[in-house]
């Protein structure tokens, strides 16, 4: 439908807007792979991968990957 096409579109636009401003970055020392980390005000991090999907979410810490 229109207004699910719509709302994927609006999903995309604020995975790459949260791209823009991640609160850590994370490298994957064995294979490169680079993560995004968003706090939230519990003490935890939900890291994201280069493709927006969510890996999880954990405790924060800096070197998490």
Do not use: H, L, M
Request: aromatic share 14%; proline share 2%.
């Amino acid at each position: 439908s229109t207004q699910s096409r719509s709302s994927a579109a609006s999903d995309v636009y604020k995975r790459q807007e949260y791209f823009d401003e991640p609160d850590r970055i994370c490298t994957n020392s064995s294979d490169g792979a680079v993560f995004a980390g968003y706090d939230d005000e519990e003490g935890n991090t939900t890291w994201y991968n280069k493709n927006g999907t969510i890996e999880g979410t954990y405790a924060t810490q800096d070197d998490w990957c």
